[in-house]
């Protein structure tokens, strides 16, 4: 069932033993430990829902898009540089055919807000972080719960052993079962090749 960002508030401050809120509009909220609350999760929402999205390629997240080449080409090292996407967290891959299919993986890097390559027109799958958070699969939606929680709580001055429980629960348990279910749905899922050969073949870099 999908979860509005208030279901995903709520979880997360009961998982460090805080005061639900009914509303992230302090105004809305009826005693001086709900508006705290409503504060820390209002300021810490957004880094926590972005740090999800790039933490793992989930599948409620991919968009494709073709980007714009610019008209200057890197000084060095890269034939061409296309535009970013303005809501791209992360590239995922990029093709040189609308298929999707690659002959060859093709070497690429992402520098600001650009992504360079020797490639003349790309397709790019990309993350984007979702303007409505009910489109979340729901294991990703408990990772986002897990990684709010865990910094709701040095505000809330809980104790370490909590945070490192917090920790523990999304590195150990949390996470890669978010991991493998996300992955069983997507059958174009590639096993990620080592760093160390791509960089001993001067393939793109896992980013």
């Known amino acids: 069932m999908a979860q509005t960002k208030i279901d995903i508030c709520n979880q997360a401050l009961l ?8 509303s992230l509009d302090t105004n809305q909220n009826t005693n001086e430990s709900s508006i705290r609350s409503a504060k820390l999760c209002n300021i810490l929402f957004d880094q926590a829902l972005e740090e999800t999205v790039r ?3 989930w599948n409620s997240c991919k968009k494709r898009a073709i980007p714009v080449k610019l008209t ?12 970013l996407p303005n809501d ?7 093709y040189d055919s609308s298929d999707g299919v690659r002959a060859m993986r093709q ?16 397709y790019l799958k990309y993350l984007a972080i979702p303007e409505d958070v009910g ?16 910094k709701l709580a040095t505000p809330l001055q809980l104790e370490l052993t909590m945070s490192q429980a917090l920790v523990k629960e999304l590195e150990q348990v ?3 079962a978010a991991r493998s279910i996300d992955t069983f749905e997507n059958s174009e899922y590639d096993t990620p090749e080592s760093e160390l050969l791509l960089s001993r073949f001067n393939q793109s870099p896992i980013i």
Do not use: H, W
């Open 107 to 122: 070497p690429y890097a992402v520098e600001g807000r650009t992504i360079v390559t020797d490639v003349d027109k790309i």
């Open 55 to 57: 933490s793992y390629p």
């Open 72 to 83: 200057n080409n890197p000084t060095f090292g890269y034939d061409n540089a296309f535009q």
């Open 174 to 176: 949390v996470m890669p």
């Open 15 to 22: 998982k460090v033993g805080a005061d639900t809120i009914a």
């Open 88 to 94: 791209c967290v992360r590239v995922v891959e990029i």
């Open 135 to 150: 489109v979340l699969d729901s294991m990703a939606a408990l990772v986002l719960i897990m990684r709010l929680a865990i």
